[in-house]
């Protein structure tokens, strides 16, 4: 299995050793590294993949309003460490070109939106439209907040589910309520109806999600029922859409 979305790091959260004790008590073969907010020196991330690069590879991060913000997108391109960028909502209304060329430079595009979908969603059908190529990950179930409600504040994500090249990370759902979630549940269940289990991969969050206990009853959300999903929906989850997107050569 493959956890899509994890942190680590040396000045915050906790260096690699962590994570991978967490991995290894559920089962999990792989990981994907994602820079912290703030952190834009990714030689930490870089180091860790470059060392285990069947396990782990990365997400870096850029400062989109430093003038040398295209030749540090050049240096995670061309690294092997990294598959992909890490945007926020600021970035991705007041640095839409950095974004963009991010992008066509063929980084896939992980989209951090802690205020919703909705207030970037014209953005981000621009970037799928533009960059069919390019795969775009909503992290976090799209954050949809502590009042879930698909029908309003959320409904944009289900509109982006059209383009086939929009994932979502079935993250961070500790964030907006206490395990077992039930107050997402049937949001979730609207997200994999609309995006299929194929665009869809289940992430950790570690270690903001807590413990290794609770890392692996994160994990339990999705293996033991609780959205009903099939065998085959589940490997997909937990598995092949991330392979598809971070480690489509192995």
């Given amino acids: 299995m493959i956890d899509s979305y994890t942190h680590c790091g040396i000045d915050k959260y906790e260096p690699v050793d962590s994570l991978v004790e967490a991995m290894e008590y559920s089962g999990m073969t792989r990981a994907v590294l994602v820079q912290h907010l703030g952190q834009f020196d990714n030689s930490y991330i870089e180091s860790v993949v470059k060392s285990s690069p069947a396990t782990f590879t990365g997400v870096g991060l850029v400062d989109p309003t430093d003038t040398n913000w295209r030749s540090q997108i050049g240096l995670l391109r061309d690294s092997e460490s990294f598959t992909g960028i890490r945007f926020s909502t600021p970035s991705i209304i007041g640095n839409f070109d950095v974004v963009m060329e991010a992008g066509e430079m063929g980084l896939h595009l992980i989209l951090y939106t802690p205020d919703g979908i909705g207030e970037v969603s014209r953005e981000i059908a621009e970037l799928a439209r533009t960059l069919p190529d390019t795969f775009i990950v909503l992290t976090h179930l799209g954050c949809p907040g502590q009042e879930v409600d698909v029908d309003r504040r959320n409904l944009s994500i289900l509109g982006l589910g059209e383009f086939a090249n929009v994932f979502v990370g079935l993250s961070g759902q500790h964030m907006f309520c206490e395990y077992p979630y039930t107050?997402?549940?049937?949001?979730?269940?609207?997200?994999?109806?609309?995006?299929?289990?194929?665009?869809?991969?289940?992430?950790?969050?570690?270690?903001?999600?807590?413990?290794?206990?609770?890392?692996?009853?994160?994990?339990?959300?999705?293996?033991?029922?609780?959205?009903?999903?099939?065998?085959?929906?589940?490997?997909?989850?937990?598995?092949?859409?991330?392979r598809k997107v971070f480690f489509p050569d192995n």
Avoid at 188 to 208: A, C, D, H, L, Q
Avoid at 209 to 225: N, T, V
């Fill in 183 to 242: 107050y997402l549940r049937d949001y979730t269940k609207r997200i994999v109806e609309t995006y299929t289990s194929g665009r869809i991969m289940w992430g950790s969050n570690f270690p903001v999600c807590g413990s290794m206990e609770e890392y692996r009853m994160d994990l339990s959300y999705i293996l033991s029922g609780n959205l009903e999903l099939s065998e085959l929906e589940i490997q997909d989850i937990t598995e092949n859409t991330a």
